[in-house]
């Protein structure tokens, strides 16, 4: 027994052992199948413009044998050219596809295959020879389908890893004259400046200068001299890249050439969208804010966002008072509920920004279930569950009572419908209607009317400046201040959400004074607004502003110094709210109020019917009781009746017999006969119209 149970043992740790030795073996053959490398040499280095340098492509097996490569690269082609793809040894056998390259695309392939495989850990492919077009970066680097393939008889991949090259391209140094800047001094940096100034050293021996401004990197100015002055100013450059060359005249004889870059970009990045997440309107707390945006010249640098909130309420003291850099997407911290506007401007390499905004409200959820106490409303009011599933129940009776007498109607009007008639009441009802929708929709156009001339209506005309009242000494010791810029302001706005504005002035140290006016009162705001340590300012107003147009302005002040009014932006701040003294409703408010009281309302209609529909039902059916003891008592009668009628008629019928009637006899039979026909005929149509007033109940 013990015996088995060893052996048993045995077998079970020799099968463990080998599911083990097949796992160490996969995994060092999957190490090995996937060795190889291929790398650029060098991988990075400083050349001049125009000058050309070699790159090798070297391949490392990882002592594995291969017999196959192909090697696909990208370069720049604006700061590249290849002069030429292949150049001295190789340990490529056979090239199954020559080294080709497209200077235009910016790419380059090579394709080969190796006789009898080969292991090495520093083969050259290839030797690629550049020449470089203009100052700057470049990434030169492997395509993801580059491969290196195994001598193995089935072409099993085995590249590893790829090791690319990054280099940098600069001017030659400057073999004429120095030449300086002072709008446009870093060689590598952008400028938002569209007019260049460049100066130069003059020599006394130097009898002219010649040069020239274009977007070659490399360019040698013609032999004309243009004077000895030793400074040149370019206005309303447009944007891109541009290269100043310029060499002197010594002596009869043209000197060296200095070339020096100028970057210039005027233009802001392209407008674009800002996207929040999961909604611009979200009870979510903190929702996702993305935004991109590209800028053709100098490229996009970095973006920046401040978030304002519109509403005065508590928690709201620590915003965020000027922008702060950000990356998209961006993810505040928890914020309170209400209305916010997210600006985010984006800047490129010169400083030029774009600025958007959007308008977010974090509102409370309607309905948010408390897994172990209810339902909760707006945040207020928690429903247990025992009076949820009440109001349910209550909701479905509700529901049932109504489908079953729509169900009833259904059937009466098809009744009715069949009878080919419409009943007198409903005719009724309908004359009625008809008279209603005559009354009440010229009402409706009325006060449609009346309503669009009152939301047309405005101030009848602009409010006017008054220059007499504004006249400020803008100069002292002939120094003119420069208004500040307004650059973000709150131009749509309801009276429950908070003015604010910002922008720019010249300097630091300076104060904005900043004015609003409505236009309808002429009652005029002002407000003195300090700047932050790069002249940025922002304003945000402590109160609502009441519903109308403003008139928006702001001035530079520095000391006594007072600069000219900036510019007037117009603000229009719209109605959403009811004001009661210090007393705010909003609209949302009041109208998820006035739904709550209709919501009662309906509820408390559907109880009102269904009681007077029960008692209805109860005197109904009593009535109908007491119509068909009336219909028994009627027809009883009309059986005593016929009875008399007809015996009397069987005397009549004896007295024929043997003789005839006499005239009277005749007459009185006439009598009797006629009699009982129209009393027939009137019991006969009273029953009828009761049965079928009975149905049309």
Known sequence: MNLNIFNKFRLKTAILFLFFGFGVLFALGAQNANAATLSLSPSTGTFEVGSTFNVNIILNTEGQTVNAITADLRFPPDALQVVSPASGKSVIGIWTVPPRYDNAAGLLELEGGIPGGLNTSSGLISTMTFRVKKPGTAFVQFLDSSEVYLHDGQGTPALRETNNGVYTFILPPPAGPIVASETHPDQTKWYSNSSIILTWAHEEDVQGYSYVLNKEPITVPNNTSQGTATGAIYKNVADGNYYFHIKALRAGQWGGVTHFA????????????????????????????????????????????????????????????????????????????????????????????????????????????????GIEIQGTLIIPWWLVFILLLLLLGISGFVAWTIYKQHQIAEANLSGQAIPPDVQQKLDELNKYRQKYGNMLMIVLAVVSMLLSAGPSAMAQEDEDNRNFDTRAEGVLISPPIITTASKNISNEEVFYAGGQVEASGMSVVLYLQNMTTGETISVAVETGERGEWFYRHDSFLTAGRYLLWAQSRLGEQISPPS????????????????????????????????????????????????????????????????????????????????????????????????????????????DLGEIEHKVGKEVWDVERAEHTD
């Open 262 to 373: 100028i970057n210039v970009d005027t233009t802001p990045p392209v407008d674009f969208p800002i996207e929040i997440s999961p909604d611009a309107k979200t009870t979510s707390t903190r929702p996702t804010i993305n935004f991109i945006t590209t800028d053709s010249s100098s490229g996009v640098e970095r973006y920046e966002i401040k978030i304002v909130p519109l509403r005065i309420e508590s928690g709201l003291d620590g915003f965020q008072e000027f922008f702060i850099e950000a990356n998209s997407p961006y993810a505040p911290a928890e914020m309170p509920l209400g209305n916010y506007d997210v600006i985010v401007r984006a800047y490129d390499r010169a400083g030029n920004y774009r600025e958007v905004t959007q308008r977010l409200e974090i509102t409370t959820p309607l309905f948010k279930i408390i897994s172990d106490k």
């Open 567 to 674: 510019p007037q932006i117009q603000i229009t701040v719209h109605v959403t709210a009811l004001q009661f003294g210090s007393t705010r409703i909003s609209y949302e408010a009041l109208f998820f109020t006035l739904a709550l009281i209709m919501l009662s309302g309906n509820a408390g209609l559907g109880v009102f019917i269904w009681h007077h529909r029960k008692h209805a039902k109860r005197k109904h059916a009593i009535f109908l009781k007491e119509v068909r003891e009336a219909e028994e008592s009627v027809r009883r009668g009309f059986a005593i009746l016929r009875s008399d009628i007809q015996a009397e008629l069987d005397t009549i019928k004896k007295a024929k017999v043997g003789k005839e009637l006499s005239a009277e006899l005749k007459e009185r039979e006439k009598e009797l006969l006629n």
